[in-house]
């Protein structure tokens, strides 16, 4: 496979692909930003001097049922232009993360189907990683919905880990998602009123069970 297309397909940006090898049955992918595309994360700047670096080990989607590992060389750097010392960043990894951004999204979408739990060992990943990529997707999604429209709602809580809980709001006419919040309660639920009264909407129904934490007053 040439290395552009593995590129697209692992969501590689900014940084290319030095060396492919096969290793105890997965695929091996060295990646490394080449020295005149080094660039401090904060202002922005190419006048940096190196100050050594590090191979991260990152999970990524599986090709068919091969595992997918990238080893991404992290440079240090000081900045002449800010005056920081900071760490390499990439756009298809966040920082102290060891999985990509694409596997974050594929078990996110794998939980339309399946339990938490199950995609998380689908893919290789923590139960906690799988919650947060579902809880991001969903709030993500959300914001780009228009409110102006809605009349009735149901409001529910869901209990995701000791002590955590989630309220989600349905449009009732739609049957989508409008929004997803941790926590609950009232205080979980003030921020979709004040949006919804932002896009003027006219709230006519809402539906929820009398759990003392949910009730509105």
């Not at 590689?12 to 695929?27: K, M, T, Y």
């Not at 298809?92 to 596997?103: A, E, I, N, Q, R």
């Not at 709001?169 to 929004?179: A, P, W």
Request: glycine letters at 6%; aromatic letters at 6%.
């Amino acid at each position: 496979m040439e290395k552009a297309v593995l590129k697209h397909l692992l969501g590689i940006e900014g940084a290319e692909i030095a060396d492919l090898r096969i290793e105890e049955g997965a695929v091996i992918v060295y990646v490394a930003t080449p020295r005149e595309g080094i660039r401090c994360p904060y202002c922005g700047s190419s006048h940096v001097r190196l100050q050594g670096s590090k191979i991260r080990e990152i999970k990524s989607l599986p090709y068919g049922e091969t595992p997918v590992l990238i080893r991404l060389r992290v440079h240090r750097m000081e900045c002449y232009e800010c005056g920081k010392h900071p760490q390499e960043q990439f756009s298809f990894v966040d920082p102290g993360v060891h999985h990509t951004k694409l596997l974050e999204v594929q078990s996110a979408r794998d939980c339309m189907g399946m339990t938490i739990k199950d995609a998380a060992q689908r893919n290789g990943l923590r139960w906690h990683s799988v919650r947060n990529a579902l809880r991001n997707r969903l709030q993500e999604s959300v914001r780009r919905i228009d409110l102006s429209g809605i009349r009735r709602i149901a409001v529910d809580e869901i209990y995701v880990a000791r002590r955590v809980f989630m309220t989600v709001v349905l449009d009732l006419d739609t049957h989508s998602v409008v929004h997803v919040v941790e926590g609950q309660g009232r205080d979980a639920l003030r921020c979709f009123f004040a949006d919804a009264r932002d896009h003027g909407a006219r709230i006519e129904a809402v539906a929820m069970d009398m759990s003392p934490p949910t009730v509105m007053r």
